[in-house]
């Protein structure tokens, strides 16, 4: 019934596997919800027991450029002089190096 749930046809082909597959939305909700946080999450560091970098799939995808690849992991500083920054990457091993990169910038107290 076209109207009754504007933009839903904008969400279709935005969800993706840790790999990067192309998932339905119902295929993308059953996996999340079946994985374990351990599961989902790409590297976490605790530094001085009050900063945590964390870096996890998403699977949903945060590219909201009308151009470029799905961005589909995120890192986010908990805590310290950079609470809430946050990245996000299209690859895994693009969001292993970005984590780095975050530890590197938490451990500072500055952005790099």
Request: aromatic share 10%.
């Amino acid at each position: 019934m076209p109207g009754v749930f504007p933009g839903v046809a904008d969400l279709v082909g935005r969800y993706y596997s840790r790999q990067g597959r192309e998932l339905s939305l119902m295929e993308w909700a059953l996996s999340y919800e079946n994985m374990t946080e351990e599961a989902r999450r790409v590297a976490r560091t605790a530094l001085d027991g009050e900063v945590v970098v964390s870096t996890v799939w998403l699977g949903l995808d945060h590219q909201w450029a009308p151009a470029g690849p799905p961005l589909i992991f995120e890192t986010m500083i908990f805590g310290g002089p950079l609470d809430g920054e946050t990245w996000r990457y299209a690859t895994e091993e693009q969001a292993l190096a970005g984590h780095a990169y975050a530890v590197v910038c938490a451990t500072a107290g500055v952005m790099g």
